[in-house]
């Protein structure tokens, strides 16, 4: 498009980008002339159920339309334009015609680019158009980038149209297999089946783990000089008679020795070894020391900050996203999807100033450092991710709060560390050296560390994945002793060991191995992390990602039908192809070609694998001998069958079970449970059955409606139901018991004063009295059928206690202030365990964890992640005025009908999305 000819004082100028708030802030750098307006993320897709109606006639007549991929016609996209943003396109249109000039500034990278495309392709402008490209939102780079317009990058774009197609062919030709053999609803995509692939196989090796035990010994000792500070230190058994004693790391998973030449003590072994040294005297055998030095890691790019905010400040992958993208949109930080460590001389010049105002010259090396990218085919924005602009803001004067302050600071310290000296100090190993009363040498070990200056440890220390490690910035002070000097056992002890499987992946460690294995796009993660929880693949226990029974049989049918898809090597070879075609050094049209129709293409390993499938198969796995799992319509179950397969019993795995877990012995448990329905006898007042089950949820009773009651539609009628209290069992329990379950919620009376209805009834939480909104705790599920009107007043005269009963009792624990509001953290008390809280904000300790074990830093992070969720959203019913005459009583009554019918259509439309619209 040929340059405007009127003067550049005179254009009028739009300028778009992808959000509204980054709209906001750079309308604030550019001055009159210039129009700001926000695309609103992406405006152009290939089409779902919901857009198929806005495809060509000729498009919907093409045997390609559903896949919405022209195949035939050098792969070409049937692009529409996306879900509810007509109306947004045709404000955009009318701006454009409004304008002289249309300046792209969507994000730097491939996604990027391809919304620029999407604009032009859609607004179809008549007037001159430019991309104009920043990494990060200051004024200083938003008028630079006004200097620096080029054309959009047609190469990029082919990249990103590639990647759509590819995951477009796999999800759509992938999933229907799946829909058909495992349940409606699953879906394979590029990158999200092999990363459940990965968090599978981990559990695989958990479950085949065999645990070994071993000995060994522990000894604190000491100089006994007074003046020694210290003049202890504890130190672990190495060898005996020369021959190492055997650690964890000398076990397989198979629970047996997989190292020769090493001593391998029992609890008797080891035993009698303390007791034979057991006051006999020891001396140092020898010392090594050596110098110690540490430099700063690279500043932050996509997934060290993903992996860093989960370790230091517990951020999902997705929470760690969401504020960047905060933080860039408002302009404290520099474009957060980036594979570069790379600084400018603009950031290295004012990370270097604030390591000299703030620390001191000594802690500032003489040359600027410089990192590389160890990633292959780094790519995306071209800078790492550090806070923007020519001069740093320190966190306390960003006037950030929250999480957005947590990450700022994060971001901050790195990059500011990055451009600090060395931490130095030395490191020592003593070997302590004693004989047993039966001449057998044993020999101890215990090392040491002291930093003698921090360097970049002032401002910053990275974090790690195992729980057990120690930081690097923390000494461990030894003894000053010499080689051949006496020293005491103070202590002497034999210690037990179990090896421990492989741990579990988290959010952080599972994007580390993605990444070494250079599978997908690293600005992606955070998406199929979210993608494969949301697809009931994975879930959370506590930071730990655990695979789904449903997972299994996916990534089984995967690996046996279609094992190249969720290869490892393979799909990083696709990732390698792409950044080819990214580059300009391979087409997109061959390869596509060749991915889906060449020799053991995609379309070919799919025909005919419908009839090779054996759903069954598929969806069972065997626990022990004639017991299985399997994966049914309505969850996960135990079946345990005959030789000839013949099913003998079944029974519900409940929601959440480990799959590593679930032994032989628990599912005998699970078996061994009652089954199948109680006869409890027949109600004399309706004439219904009545039965007890037990469901996912626990044991409850119900009655059984007779064959000629509508069940659906507008005359349904539902069966009562009700849980079992605590204190019941099913087969205990008696008919009288069970009709006064199915009577709750028992009405206690109405309040003399006010009218209202006062109900006794069992809730989650527990039994409960409710009046109107006023709800009040009982004491025990019993007094719901006991409880009477008077004893019912008399709990209402009291003042609500907010769940507390009596005075109020002293907090567990206490964690200081929180440095987001400076209120003081506490642990206390609750009715359903321990929990932590503000005095505004409250979080349960999670289960497996007490008080005592949790850091002040993880006591913030459970606070701050309850906050990030805000207030549960309560519906709010609306009233209908009292005075309406019959005729539009009637209306209403009719409309009522007809939204609810819609209601319903949604809801079952929503649904079906998941099938209709696999992940890609």
Known sequence: MPPSSKSGSDLRRLVIVESPAKAKTIAGYLGPGYTVEASIGHIRDLPSKETRDKLTDEQRSSPWANLGVDVDHDFQPFYVISEGKDAHIAKLRKLVRESDELLLATDEDREGEAIAQHLVAALKPKIPYRRMVFHEITKDAIQGALHDLRDINGELVEAQEARRVLDRLYGFEVSPVLWRKIAGGTSAGRVQSVTTRLVVERERERIAFKPAAYWDLTAVFDTDKPTDDPRTMGARLLSVDGARVAQGRDFGSDGQLNRDGVLHLDAEAAAALAAGLNGQPFTVASIDRKPYRRSPSAPFRTTTLQQEAGRKLGFSTQRTMSVAQKLYENGFITYMRTDSVTLSETAINAARSQVRELYGADFLPEKARTYASKVKNAQEAHEAIRPSGNTFRTPAKAGLTGDEFRLYELIWKRTVASQMKDATGSSVSIKVAGTSTDGRRAEFSASGKVITFHGFMKAYVEGSDDPDAQLDDQDRRLPDVAEGQSLRAAELSAEDHSTKPPARYTEASLIEELEKREIGRPSTYATFISTIQDRGYVFKKGTALVPTFLAFSVVGLLEKHFGDLVDYEFTAHMEEDLDRIARGEAERVPYLANFYLGDGGLKEQIAGKLNEIDARETNTFAIGENIAL?????????????????????????????????????????????????????????????????GRFGPYVTEVLPDDVPKTGKNAVKPRISSLFKTMDLETIDLATALRLLTLPRVVGKDPESGEEITAQDGRYGPYLKKGTDSRSLSSQEQIFDITLDEALAIYAQPKQFGRRGSAKPPLREFGLDPTNEKPVVAKEGRFGPYITDGETNVTVPRGTTVEELTVEQALNLLAEKRAKGPAVKKTAKKTAAKKTAAKKTATAKKTTAAKKTTEKKTATAKKTAADNPAE
């Open 630 to 694: 399997r994966n049914g319509k309505y969850g996960p179950y135990i079946e345990k069958y005959d030789d000839e397969g013949n099913s003998l019993a079944r029974a519900n795995v409940p929601e959440g079970t480990l799959p590593d877990e679930l032994t032989v012995e628990a599912a005998e448990e699970l078996l061994a449970r009652p089954s199948g329905d109680f006869e409890l006898g027949v109600d004399p007042e309706t004439g219904y059955r009545i039965i007890g089950r037990n």
